[in-house]
């Protein structure tokens, strides 16, 4: 494995634990399977091509195409295309969170997870689509809609919210 290669992992593992969001994960291999790479060590950019699949323990993140943008200190930014992009993983209470958009965009700086086109977040029970959605990771908030589309065109901003009851308690007959 190239010196570029191994940085890009180092810098992968360095994700914060709010991303990796079961702590476990952080301590298992990261695989990563493209059709083709490019690394361009002087300006920070690795684009992996082609059916790309990055897994670290439950982690599971795949697109056409993701590109890793980085600075000395580490990953600045992770985009992923993809038709659609998806995002999966176990939070510690071995519960999934989903998310799948045509465009993922997430800034370590921030925290900030995009969504956007098509737009869908599964977290425990409840479900938020929207033509663009917003997940911070460090404080756990979601923001959907609120984004135009180019005039004349249906609205798109418009969000949906499933939330699933919660199964009544047992009450005990005296």
Same mark, same amino acid.
């Given at each position: 494995?190239?010196? +570029? ?27 990563? $399977?493209?059709?083709? @790479? !490019?690394?361009? !060590? ?9 059916? @790309?699949?990055?897994?670290? /323990? ?10 890793? $943008?980085?600075?000395? !200190? /580490?990953?600045? *930014? ?11 993983? +176990? ?8 998310? $799948? ?5 997430? #800034?370590?700086?921030?925290? +900030?997870?995009?969504?956007? /086109?098509?737009?869908?977040?599964? =977290? ?5 689509? #929207? ?5 911070? *990771?460090?404080?756990?908030? @979601? =923001?959907?809609? /609120? ?9 798109? #901003?418009? @969000? ?5 009851? !919660? ?8």
């Amino acid at each position: 494995m190239t010196r +570029l290669a191994n940085t890009w992992l180092f810098l992968l593992l360095c994700l914060p634990a709010s991303v990796l969001a079961k702590q476990s994960d952080l301590e298992q291999p990261i695989q990563i $399977h493209a059709d083709s @790479v !490019e690394m361009r !060590e002087k300006e920070g950019i690795s684009i992996y091509k082609g059916k @790309v699949e990055i897994t670290q /323990g439950s982690l599971l993140l795949t697109g056409d195409t993701i590109t890793i $943008h980085s600075t000395p !200190e /580490g990953i600045s *930014t992770i985009v992923v295309t993809g038709s659609p992009a998806k995002y999966s993983q +176990l939070n510690d209470q071995n519960q999934t969170i989903r998310a $799948h958009s045509n465009i993922m965009d997430y #800034s370590r700086q921030t925290g +900030l997870l995009q969504l956007k /086109g098509d737009a869908l977040l599964e =977290q425990d029970q409840s479900r938020f689509s #929207s033509n663009h959605i917003i997940y911070d *990771t460090h404080t756990d908030v @979601v =923001q959907a809609g /609120g984004e135009k589309t180019q005039p004349g065109e249906e609205d798109k #901003s418009r @969000v949906s919210i499933t939330i699933k009851p !919660e199964k009544p308690r047992e009450t005990s007959n005296p």
